[in-house]
Every structure is written in C-alpha cells, then in structure tokens.
C-alpha cells in the first residue's frame, strides 16, 4: 500500500484520513493548527471505538489503523507521498497557496486531490506545476459512513490521473462517480439545488406543504430524507450560497434561488444549526 497526505484535519480531513488508514495505506495528517491535529486524532479514536463496538472492525484492525497515522503541522512532511488530498478551508487563496507549496516539495508524479465542494478544479490546479495531476475527490460528511466520492475532473486532468485517483477512493471502500466537465457544483450539488429549489417554490406557491414534499419524496422515489429536511440539515445559508455559485456560471431558472429560501436566509432561519428553517426544532 502507498503513502496518503492528508492537509486539513478538520472534520473532512479526519475523516478521509481514517478510512485510508483502515485501507491499509500510511497517512500523514497535515495541519497548521495544533489543537485542530489533536481534535482529529481524538475523533478518529472514537469514531474507531464506535465501529469496534458494532463489530464493524476488529479491535486489532483499529489499532493497527491509528498506527498507521501520524501528524505534522509541516506540508513538508508530504514528501514521498503517492497521493495527497487537500481538506483545508473552502477558500480558493488558501487552496491555491496549499498547491504552489505542494508542488515544491512533492515529486511530478505526485497525485494531488482536492476535497472542494465547489470551487472549479481548474482554478485550484492552476497554482500547481503540472496541473494535469490535480483532480477533485469530493468526499462527503461523514465520510467515514458515507460510500459516495464524487470525482471531478478538471480541465486539465489526465486520464491516468483520474484512473489513479479512482483506485484509491475505491480501495478505501468508496463508490465513484465521474464528473467529466468541471462545472459549478458539480453533480451532485446541482442535483440538490435543483430539487430543493422545486420545493421550496411549491411550498411558496401554497402547492403543497413542506410535510408533503418530503413524504413524496421519500414514499414516492424511495430517498432516505426529504429534499426540505436535508436543506435544514444541511444549512439553507449554505444552499443558497451554492445555488448563487451554479446560477452565475449557469444561469438557468432552476438555480435561480428561490424568494422563500432568500427570506429564511435574511432572518438567520437556517435550518436545524438555528433551530428555525423549513422546520421548528425547539
Ligand atoms: P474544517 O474547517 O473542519 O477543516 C479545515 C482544516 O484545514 C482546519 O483544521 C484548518 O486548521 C486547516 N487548514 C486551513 N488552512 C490550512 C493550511 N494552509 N495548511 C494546513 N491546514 C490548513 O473544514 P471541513 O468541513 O473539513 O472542509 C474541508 C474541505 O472539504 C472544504 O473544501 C469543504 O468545502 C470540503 N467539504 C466539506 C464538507 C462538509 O460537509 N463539511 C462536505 C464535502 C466537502
């Protein structure tokens, strides 16, 4: 097995780190704040125990998975690495300056990954020298439980790096999709968006309620959560941020955000993580 960075320890970052760990492979967890490196080993500990306590994991696999990660709060420490996936914060400077170090201190052959939800791909790799290793591996929360990798090529992506780049997601137990044009939230945020939007406006047309919406969603197509419920767990801020990125770059009615998700966003109704948003939490 290879050599994994991982640069972000949040909560992304902790996360991909373990599932490779668990796959066998050497992880080093990179980090500039100390305290956020301490924060991902503890919850890399207790997500581990979890999975040992449901018998999803032996307790020597577990072990021998934290074993295999080691931290530095130095990027040099991704020298030798075979591939390296980027989970710092979603701003493309910080991206980009993630990159251009990257690229001094890795050999070309190196594969580097980002984790971004939604910036373009292209415009990350242009920091880098050889942008043609960089490809999106968009991971998602909590990565440890979820099976889906969306994998995002970028303009100037290799062949041989996006089937690189797929071996790895799968061999730490992820199923890909490919999203061949780097475009504006990807696939699956623009899926999201797009049925979020649907409902919001029918709810806002007094078409139906938001109870309703979700029930046909979940009796009539079989999804595990309503597209309202999953707009208040994920965030209605963070939904019509992202729904704002596509429609500016595809400037399509769908991706229009809808007046109803604006005059929740204005009032802080953002859903479960303000106790108000589609739904009551109280
Ligand atoms: P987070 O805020 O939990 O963690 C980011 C970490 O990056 C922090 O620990 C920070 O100290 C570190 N960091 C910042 N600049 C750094 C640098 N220059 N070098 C090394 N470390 C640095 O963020 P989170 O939620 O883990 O997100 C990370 C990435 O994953 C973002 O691009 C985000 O859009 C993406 N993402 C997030 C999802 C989520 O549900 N939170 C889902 C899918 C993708």
Redesign the pocket.
């Known amino acids: 097995m290879g050599k994994v960075t991982i ?7 902790s996360g991909i780190a373990q599932v490779t760990a668990v796959a066998g492979d050497e992880v080093t967890l ?4 100390p305290a ?1 490196l301490a924060r991902a080993e503890d919850a890399i500990a207790s997500s581990l125990e979890r999975f040992t306590a449901k018998e999803k994991i032996s307790a020597e696999d577990a072990a021998a998975a934290r074993s295999r990660i080691s931290t530095s709060e130095s ?1 040099d420490a991704a020298a030798g690495s075979d591939i390296v996936v980027e ?4 701003r493309l400077d ?2 980009q ?2 990159f251009r170090k990257l690229s001094e201190i890795v050999s070309p052959d190196t594969i580097l990954a ?6 373009p791909i292209t415009e990350i790799a242009a920091a880098a020298t050889h942008p043609e290793r960089v490809v999106g591996t ?4 909590p990565v440890p439980m979820m099976k889906l990798c969306e994998l995002v090529r970028g303009h100037k992506t290799s062949d041989e790096v996006l089937a690189k780049a797929k071996d790895y997601v799968e061999r730490i137990g992820k199923t890909c999709v490919v999203v061949n044009r780097d475009i504006a939230g990807f696939a699956t945020t623009r899926l999201i968006c797009a049925l979020v939007n649907e409902a919001a406006r029918l709810v806002e047309a007094g078409v139906i309620s938001a109870e309703d919406v979700d029930t046909a969603c979940k009796l009539g197509f079989g999804h595990a959560m309503g597209p309202l419920a999953t707009a208040d767990l994920t965030g209605i801020d963070v939904l019509v941020h992202a729904t704002e990125n596509i429609y500016e770059d595809t400037p399509e009615a769908q991706f229009y955000p809808p007046s109803l998700m604006r005059r929740l966003q204005a009032s802080g109704d953002y859903g479960r993580k303000t106790k108000h948003g589609f739904y009551d939490y109280e």
């Not at 968009?138 to 929360?141: A, D, E, P, V, W």
């Open positions: 640069i972000g320890s949040g909560l992304m970052g990179v980090d500039t704040d956020a990027m989970a710092v914060f979603e910080v991206k300056e993630v980002t984790n971004t939800s939604a910036i968009h991971f998602f929360s």
